[in-house]
């Protein structure tokens, strides 16, 4: 029974089972191999339901002792299985040990009894449930104490009850084999001791209680999986985890050096004459205090302004001096002075949570060019470390899912049966009850119109049909068939019957779809203020729309009988609808319900009916959600659990310590006082937003708890939210962009529409053919003229095989074949023939795809002469370039057209008459320009000159009217390039002829900028033109068409974003939706009444309304000013909505919507709370949701692409060869070994130094300096300095003879390594900066640089063979992205370029306030360079926005006199600012998103490719570095004894470890004389091991014979005279013969002897029965050798 594979059915567990049980373990205690075969059923895990196959379950089994079912656990962990009435499975140990009682004892089987029992796990969830309710209320009643101590008593007694019957410790069943049972034990053993003990002192052990929370997870099986899963991911980001605190750690050192005590530079009041104090410090600095109103402080800004002693940094205005005093900014909390510090910082810029007010600070302090550090830790921890983790966790999530899928195909075909079984009874009940339905149903009922009907909309919702029969009773049913199938008269058949001829015509539908569409707009039309015209023309809408939706929904409940209407879900919607609007109608005069019209946006969803792609799209977030239930739950349980734990940790302390973070002693909006705020507060910080709340809690409760709280919420809580993004992206990754399930209406719509245009058509040739009475001489001489430029553009060989070269193209489509070398290019050779044909110039074009010899040898084909028609030698173009996608449809659109009007013969374009001169001179002349244009230092020149014309548009600042010599150079430049690159255009022109210049992309774009250049020049002529000066952006969008990179950038941006538009659209439609919602919510609320000398808000106890805060304070009124960003409109709704969605300023939104009132009311603080659950929900379902499709939809195109071109579709032809290199330098180490000295002095050194233990040694020691770095802070002793000078002379002392060593071992050698030439610049360096400051002084060389330059050292680390072998695959992917990251990042750089310049033409002058100050602004290239790195990643660009909204006289002075300029004013334009800021983050967050899927879909290419059985060429190549060590002569063969050892030295996957002689064997490798095998017969075998046996592999094995013959050409002939299985069997053989002649000879010799005279008698015999003996013995050892 215990051996059977087969299930066996539900035995009771007795004292017989277990006795068997023990008998087996002690039988097979030394025999493992049987039981390891043995693994757990994934069917039969604990919580899991018994399967039906093991049998029904009688009454008597129910909470009984069974046998265990599965083997492994009954054979190996000795236990028994219990299972309840739902058939859930438990499982006990059976033995006896540790206080654990016997599985018959009748007190256990009691408490099993009640341990399974469903309703015990029903008490527990909900006394756990009521626990929560009563944890996150704050007030207290004697009552609720007195139910908190019954749940302590059910808690108590859970606890014992699992004791007893699981016992203390008898196994993994048992109580204390659970971890969640140590958790249970543990909070109600405190919770016990915290409420019976006098110990009240100890206020944080009742912060343990939270953790009861916890106890949701055990009580659900799926969470409790999902639990151990992500576990399992915690596992593998083990390595992911080191390298983030690793690179953490190292930047967090160079902040140090860089940034220590900077922070605390500020501008002081110089001293007057009358003040005399001096104030000192132990430091030595005579200023310094602490925060004073001696310090300069900005207009509005809590702190003082930041200064710095560089030329780049903040100035002091006159009057103030730069000094180091005070303390550092945001209360102290924001400096580099000691390693806690900066790693704070550092982590804060890794989650870039406001990461702009920390730019702003370090670079006032420090200057400017720092900014190169945040934009590498920007690039590093925000991007990389960012796409290391997803990429992690995308693979664990695929490697879940492949689990899941495989072990459920394992099961599949073991439950098949019982399945199928329940399936055909089922099946029959269905049809008996359909049969009978059927029979009931009356003949009337049954006419054409509904049988067109219900076969129409049947299908279609058979599921939900069925589904909808289940759920509801028979009685229900029979209700349903009397009272809602109406089939009353004739008439009214007749009636039904034209009303469904009415509802299903398609123009039905298209009117439907338009009042639709008119609602949406009538929808979005509402605005603050509006009209009373207005009001009311919106009103009468509102009732046409519910009138006609009315009657919509009456006409197909006639048409379709109420029986039927409501089994189709999209009728139920809209008769939801219909009541919604209906019931608005009546209570539009109740007081309280005018929110009800917020729900007419329900209406915008009706849209879906007759969109396929939003139907499916939503029916897929539907199946995604059900599916990913699991782990929205353990989501919010965490939120849940992390608000009542910040509540009851910090809840207290926010109260008796709120004037620390508060002037007037208030609770700040955002606090964890209450349970409400707590959970804001806990939302805000998975939002990304943390660092201010963080200040506020170390200000009131202290720093350890706050940042271990803090820590806890942000990596568990993103962990959590990256799991379901990665778990959405997957789901959604199903989603195709097809019509292919169109419902009934969608192809209503395109029936109607295809009707019009049949209809317009028929009338547009009526009209027309009244119209053709033309004469014919007319007729022909325009059409020959039209065919004559529509062609002339092409070549003759082009001409006369345009339908092969589509084909061709067509089959080389995803490759690439850019195999024409530049003198074919350029070749200009004329042609044999009667004609002079130019061949085709290799001209620029979007398809890179283009065999270009392949072309030539067509238009060398002498037959295709024969197919060309003639045409006029006068036309442009007798040069070809590649044909574009567009010239292909309007070649063979024309082509149809004239072969129609009979127009077959044509001249050809290419024929010159010898003849005639002047086409000689023309050809030439074409032909020199083609030789120009296509001549490479021509391409480099207009390069050049693109590059240079590019780079002037910096130069064009604020400051360019002070620097008169460089705005002359300016301006004859742009002469001058303007000259040229019309020359160039001309040049083209005369090449490749005027619809081939324009067939091009590429060229158009020059064309543009060439006009965009005359424009320009033409603004400088006259004033009234001035403005088209402003459009000199532009000129660097001809970098795009200049180099290949960028080309291929913008093609695979347009592969994978165009086909996202329909997703696009459902998301803006969401969008939609929020923002009309707004508007209903707040419109018209954010008004509110200013002081204008304090410039904040009124209290509402002083002003209520508007009319009170126009008439305060003596009629005069005081500012009614509505906030920048509102929801006044959509228009607004949407930019409101925007800056949420990139958690920029819409903390202040939120505040304005949580504090209105109402139209024309003062905010009050608060009011509105539960507003923030608008915002909540728009995260969610707004941004979290959608931003889920549209990166799915993205991978997927990327992916399609990707596999089509087999490469990365973001890197260049020769990119793709580097990567392949590149990938080649990451597996081996680039260097070759340095030969040992023969000097035995020289030779000792060399042995030292290449050892390992040096190398420890030296990466030791590195460590250690960096240690030394973390222990300084920045006001620490005079002994402290003195100690770290010395260390870190020591350092220089040691990595100095480190290198002399080296260098007398390596001799010249040492310079070949780059990681010698490395240390080798450190030790110089640091020695420079040892002795540098004893020459010019101490103040001019930083003290850290010395420090700096050794840590530089550390990056060894990630060095192959010398650090974790883990950082090198983490890293390895980034190195492999390189190329195509490069690619991008040179886009998104001429992206912020171009916007750079025209920020500096639009906003240069705009007031500085918010987000542009001295540092971030306009003014200069530098600056808006600044400006937008910051809105690259999406942080501070709304105060940027909010100072260019200045565009009234109260914010700004439209006369302003700037100094040094012509240019007046001050003030923004806000329209131009929206489209600026919209524009450029729709773009970076494309650009961006498509850097974060190139890494992390080469982490999973990496992965996968490690995974399958494949090979790659690093696997080929490990193979013959391998061979070398076996057969250093290159013979190409091995001896067969190797060859066990060989296999054994491969890596994984050819690797076959020992022993594998067999398996060898098997392979039936050929050997030639000597028992040698040949190196490819080995290879191929080996590979078709690994690989298998397919199409594919045959392809390969192919493959890697041509290339090994084609890297051997000389190899080595033989012909193999046997095999390794033939000389097996031989051998086999041999030893058989061997043996049975052996065997007789024994025989033979016994009998002789038996006739000898003992005389030396038993001796001799002994003797020789023992050698025959070990003759034997040796005979069978060879022979287990040879196997």
């Not at 039309?525 to 009001?535: I, K, L």
């Not at 070759?1232 to 042995?1247: S, Y």
């Not at 990595?1295 to 050698?1309: D, G, N, P, R």
């Amino acid at each position: 029974m215990l051996d059977s594979p087969e299930p066996k059915g539900l035995v009771p567990f007795t004292e017989e089972s277990l006795e068997l049980i023990k008998q087996h373990i002690a039988k097979n205690h030394n025999e493992e191999c049987e039981e390891d075969d043995l693994k757990p059923d994934p069917a039969l895990e604990v919580g899991k339901e018994l399967p039906f196959i093991y049998g029904d379950l009688s009454r008597g089994m129910v909470s009984e002792p069974l046998e265990d079912v599965d083997s492994y656990y009954y054979v190996k962990k000795n236990t028994f299985m219990v299972l309840n009435k739902n058939r859930t499975i438990f499982r006990f140990n059976a033995a006896s040990i540790l206080c654990t009682l016997s599985p018959f004892s009748s007190i256990r089987g009691t408490t099993i009894k009640v341990l399974v029992h469903p309703f015990f796990r029903l008490l527990i969830l909900i006394s756990v449930l009521i626990d929560c309710i009563f944890m996150s209320m704050k007030n207290w009643s004697i009552w609720i104490t007195a139910i908190e101590n019954t749940l302590l008593g059910i808690y108590t007694f859970e606890i014992l009850v699992k004791i007893i019957a699981r016992g203390v410790w008898a196994g993994s069943f048992s109580f204390l084999g659970d971890l969640w049972n140590w958790l249970d034990f543990s909070v109600t053993l405190f919770e016990i001791i915290i409420r019976y003990s006098p110990l009240n002192f100890i206020l944080n052990l009742k912060t343990v209680r939270t953790l009861r929370i916890l106890k949701i997870i055990p009580l659900n099986q799926g969470l409790k999986s999902l639990v151990e899963t992500l576990i399992q991911c915690l596992k593998k980001l083990f390595g992911a985890i080191i390298l983030t605190l690793f690179f953490l750690s190292i930047f967090s050192l160079i902040g140090m050096g860089l940034f220590m005590g900077n922070l605390k530079h500020k501008c002081l009041r110089w001293p007057q004459e009358n003040e005399n104090e001096t104030l000192h410090n132990r430091t030595g600095n005579p200023y310094y205090i602490r925060e004073t109103e001696n310090f300069y402080y900005l207009e509005g800004e809590q702190y003082a302004l930041l200064c710095g002693n560089t030329t780049d940094a903040g100035q002091c205005p006159e009057g103030y001096v730069c000094v180091k005093a005070g303390i550092n900014p945001d209360r102290g909390y924001t400096n580099f002075d000691n390693f806690g510090w900066a790693l704070l910082a550092l982590f804060r810029l890794m989650t870039q949570d406001y990461p702009e007010a920390l730019y702003h600070q370090i670079l006032y302090a420090s200057g400017k060019s720092y900014m190169i550090f945040f934009v590498v830790v920007s690039f590093w921890f925000a991007f990389y470390l960012a796409s290391l983790f997803l990429g992690t966790l995308a693979m664990v999530y695929e490697e879940g899912k492949h689990a899941t899928a495989g072990k459920s195909k394992k099961r599949e075909p073991k439950f098949q049966q019982p399945i199928k079984q329940l399936q055909e009874g089922r099946e029959e009940v269905e049809s008996k009850t359909t049969q009978i339905e059927l029979k009931k149903r009356s003949s009337a009922s049954i006419n054409t119109s509904l049988d067109v009907l219900e076969e129409e909309d049947t299908p279609k919702h058979k599921e939900e049909f069925k589904k909808s029969q289940k759920k509801c009773p028979l009685y229900w049913h029979r209700f349903a068939k009397t009272f809602m199938i109406w089939n009353c008269s004739p008439c009214w058949l007749k009636l039904k019957e034209f009303v469904h001829r009415l509802i299903t015509d398609p123009f039905t539908d298209l009117f439907l779809l338009i009042c639709i569409i008119l609602n949406i707009y009538f929808l979005t039309w509402e605005h603050y203020p509006m009209s009373d015209d207005n009001s009311c023309l919106l009103s009468i809408g509102n009732l046409v729309f519910v009138g006609i939706f009315t009657a919509e929904m009456v006409f197909k409940i006639i048409a379709m009988q109420p029986y039927w209407y409501f089994q189709v879900g999209w009728n139920i919607f809209d008769s939801v609808i219909v009541f919604q609007g209906l019931a608005e109608l009546y209570l539009a005069n109740v007081e309280g319900l005018a929110l009800f019209r917020s729900f007419r946006i329900l209406r915008i969803f009706k849209l879906g009916k007759y969109w396929p792609t939003f139907e499916i799209l939503m029916l897929t977030l539907g199946n995604s959600l059900m599916a990913l239930q699991d782990l929205i739950l353990l989501l919010f349980t965490f939120i849940f659990f992390s608000a009542v734990f910040g509540m009851k940790l910090f809840g207290w302390s926010y109260k008796a310590c709120v004037c620390r973070i508060d002037e007037n002693c208030h609770l700040p909006r955002w606090h964890m006082y209450d349970f409400f705020h707590s959970c804001l507060n806990v939302f805000r910080i998975l939002c990304g937003e943390w660092i201010e709340t963080l200040w506020d809690c170390m200000e009131v409760a202290g720093q350890p708890w706050c940042i271990s709280f803090y820590m806890m919420v942000i990596l568990i809580g993103n962990l959590l939210i990256l799991y379901l993004f990665l778990a959405l992206v997957s789901s959604f990754s199903s989603y195709k962009d097809s019509t292919s399930e169109e419902n009934n209406e969608a192809k209503n719509i395109q029936l109607a529409m295809a009707r019009i245009k049949k209809g317009v058509n028929y009338v547009l040739h009526k009209i027309l053919c009244k119209k053709k009475n033309v004469p014919q001489e007319t007729t022909d001489h325009v059409n020959d003229t039209y065919i004559k430029e529509n062609i002339s553009d092409h070549t003759l060989s082009e001409l006369s095989n345009t339908q092969d070269f589509f084909k061709d193209k067509e089959k080389s489509s995803g490759t690439e074949k850019n195999t024409m070398t530049d003198n074919e290019s350029q070749s200009l050779i004329p042609s044999p023939s009667v004609s002079e044909t130019v061949p085709i110039a290799s001209g620029e074009s979007d398809i890179e795809n283009l065999d270009n010899k392949e072309i030539q040898s067509k238009s060398g084909n002498g037959d295709s002469r024969d197919k060309i028609k003639q045409s006029s030698s006068s036309e442009c173009s007798t040069v070809d370039i590649a044909i574009s996608e567009e010239e292909e449809m309007v070649y063979e659109c024309e082509k149809s057209k004239h072969l129609k009007n009979g127009f077959e013969q044509r001249s050809s374009p290419g024929q010159i008459s010898r003849v005639s001169k002047k086409g000689k001179i023309w050809q030439n002349i074409r032909k020199t320009c083609c030789k120009i244009v296509e001549n490479s230092w021509f391409k480099c020149f207009i390069g050049l000159v693109t590059l240079l014309s590019t780079g002037a548009l910096a130069f064009e600042d604020i400051y360019i009217d002070q620097r008169k010599t460089i705005k002359i150079l300016l301006e004859y430049a742009d002469m001058i390039f303007t000259y040229i690159f019309i020359l160039e255009m001309l040049l083209k022109w005369m090449a490749y002829g005027f619809k081939a210049y324009f067939s091009n992309v590429w060229y158009k774009l020059d064309f543009m900028v060439v006009i965009v250049f005359c424009l320009s020049l033409l603004g400088k002529t006259r004033e009234d033109l001035k403005p088209l000066t402003s459009i000199k952006f532009l000129r660097a969008l001809r970098v795009l068409s200049q180099f290949e990179r960028m080309k291929v950038v913008v093609r695979g941006l347009i592969k994978t974003t165009l086909s996202t538009l329909n997703v696009f659209l459902v998301c803006l439609m969401i969008w939609l939706v929020f923002s009309i919602m707004g508007v209903h919510l707040f419109a018209g609320t954010f008004y509110e009444c200013i002081d204008p000398t304090s410039e904040e808000r009124f209290p509402v106890s002083e002003v209520m309304n508007r009319s009170q805060c126009e008439n305060l304070v003596l009629n005069e009124s005081m500012p009614w000013e509505n906030a920048k960003l509102n929801f006044d409109n959509v228009g607004n709704g949407f930019l409101s909505l925007l800056q949420v969605a990139t958690f920029n300023g819409w903390i202040t939104i939120m505040n304005s919507a949580v504090d209105s009132v109402g139209v024309n009311m003062q905010p009050d603080f608060e009011y509105n709370l539960y507003m923030y659950c608008y915002f909540i929900s728009f995260v969610i379902l707004g941004l979290f949701l959608p931003l889920s499709m549209l990166i799915s939809v993205i991978i997927t195109n990327f992916n399609k692409h990707k596999i089509k071109i087999s490469s990365n579709i973001f890197i260049t032809v020769k990119q793709r060869k580097q990567y392949r290199k590149l990938k080649r330098l990451m597996y081996e180490d680039s260097h070759r070994p340095v030969p040992r000295p023969g000097n035995k002095f020289q030779g000792f050194i060399f042995d030292l130094v290449t050892n390992q233990v040096f190398n420890v040694i030296v990466m030791v020691l590195i460590y250690v300096q960096a240690i030394t770095i973390m222990i300084q802070s920045d006001e620490q002793s005079q002994q402290m300095d003195t100690a770290v000078y010395w260390i870190n002379s020591i350092f220089v002392m040691l990595y100095t003879i480190e290198c002399i060593l080296k260098l007398i071992s390596f001799h010249c050698y040492y310079f070949t390594i780059i990681w010698n030439i490395f240390d080798f610049m450190v030790v110089i360096f640091s020695i420079t900066g040892l002795l540098l400051p004893m020459t010019v002084g101490y103040y001019l060389v930083p003290p850290s640089l010395v420090q700096l330059i050794l840590l530089s050292r550390i990056i060894h680390s990630l060095r192959l063979g010398k650090g974790p072998k883990v950082f090198h695959n983490l890293m390895f992917p980034l190195m492999l992205s390189l190329p195509a990251l490069l690619n991008i990042g040179l886009f998104i750089f001429l992206i912020m370029f171009i916007y750079a310049i025209f920020g500096m033409y639009n906003f240069a002058y705009v007031k500085k306030e918010a987000g542009i100050n001295d540092v971030s602004n306009f003014e200069t290239f530098g600056s808006s360079m600044l400006c937008l790195f910051q809105v690259t990643i999406f942080a501070g660009w709304d105060g940027m926005l909010n100072a260019i909204f200045n565009s009234k006289w109260s914010d700004c002075d439209p006369d302003k006199i700037n100094p040094g300029t012509q240019v007046r004013g001050d003030c923004g334009n806000p329209s131009v600012g929206i489209f600026y800021f919209v524009s450029y983050i729709l773009i970076a967050w494309l650009v961006i998103v498509n850097m974060y899927i190139v890494v992390v879909m080469e982490f999973l290419s990496i992965a996968s490719k490690k995974k399958a059985r494949t090979l790659s060429e690093d696997d080929f190549r490990k193979f013959f570095q391998v061979w070398k060590r076996f057969d250093p002569d290159r013979t190409q063969y091995i001896d067969s004894s190797q060859l066990s050892d060989f296999a054994a030295a491969l890596d994984p996957p050819l690797f076959m470890a020992k022993p594998n002689k067999g398996q060898l064997i098997a392979m039936d490798l050929p050997m030639a004389v000597g028992d040698r095998i040949h190196c490819l017969d080995i290879l191929l075998a080996f590979t078709k091991r690994v690989m298998g046996k397919d199409a594919r592999v045959e392809k390969l094995l192919s493959e890697v014979e041509s290339g090994f013959v084609l890297a051997n050409p000389f190899k080595i002939t033989y012909e193999p005279i046997t095999t390794t299985l033939k000389r097996k069997q031989e051998a086999v053989s041999a030893t058989i013969i061997q043996r049975a002649y052996k065997n007789y000879r024994l025989r033979q010799n016994d009998k002789n002897t038996s006739d000898v005279h003992v005389i030396d008698g038993d001796g001799d015999v002994q003797a020789a029965k023992e050698g025959i003996y070990f003759d034997k013995v040796k005979e069978k050892s060879t022979i287990q050798s040879q196997i």
